[in-house]
């Protein structure tokens, strides 16, 4: 994936956002985004409505195809509705079946916002659940399969690191099939609330 190296949390507020969005787009050498986010709420900075403004701008000049948040939770993604005019196309979070964040998920649905799961397998912390190796094993899959597969079944976008795709390169098979609902919901029901990452309302860059 190309990447560029402003995108950490220092470029909130509107014309710090602008500024990022245009480094951006010079050091990957394009002319448009197909996708730019807000990296997290940061909410002891008070900025991300204001940043989202600048989004908007970029979103309506046609240079990004679509705008988006990360880590936002209900309340801050409440008031970024109640005070902008475009939606977010996508809510990217920390989600596995540790951490299955149904609050945040059903908002995003009721307002049409995709959520994309980062860290889908924890950092490879459930490949070693029980319950996810017993289906597996069933299945004549991987855990990390049967992971993936929850995940699209659940109707969220996966966004997997695979640092080694030859490795990983049958794990996408599955995604093609689908599970018995009943695993999906014993898979779900591993939630713990654990968190790999930081936490949204806690971290403020
Ligand atoms: N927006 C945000 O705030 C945020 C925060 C954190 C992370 N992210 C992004 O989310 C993406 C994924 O998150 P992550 O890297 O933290 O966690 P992850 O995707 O849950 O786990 C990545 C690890 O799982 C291993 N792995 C991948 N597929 C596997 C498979 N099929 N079987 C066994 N192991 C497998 C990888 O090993 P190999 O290296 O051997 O392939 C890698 O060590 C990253 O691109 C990251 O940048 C975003």
Known sequence: ????????????????????????????GLDH????????????KGLFVETWKALEEI????RAKAIGVSNFQPRHLRRLLENS??????????VHPYLTQDE??????EHEIATEAWSPIAQGKVLDDPTLNRIAEREGKSPAQVTLRWHVQRGDIVFPKIGDPEAHRG????????APEGDIGEISALNRNERTGFDPDRFNG
Do not use: C
């Open 1 to 28: 994936m190309l990447r560029p190296s402003n995108r950490d949390n220092d470029s909130q507020g509107h014309d710090n956002a602008l500024r990022a969005f245009d480094r951006s787009l010079e050091e990957l």
């Open 33 to 44: 985004l197909d996708l730019f986010l807000i990296h997290w709420p940061l909410p002891a």
């Open 59 to 62: 979103y309506r000049s046609g």
């Open 85 to 94: 005019d475009v939606v977010p196309a996508v809510n990217r979070i920390e």
């Open 104 to 109: 945040v998920r059903a908002f995003g649905a």
């Open 171 to 178: 794990e996408l098979r599955p995604l093609r099939l689908r």
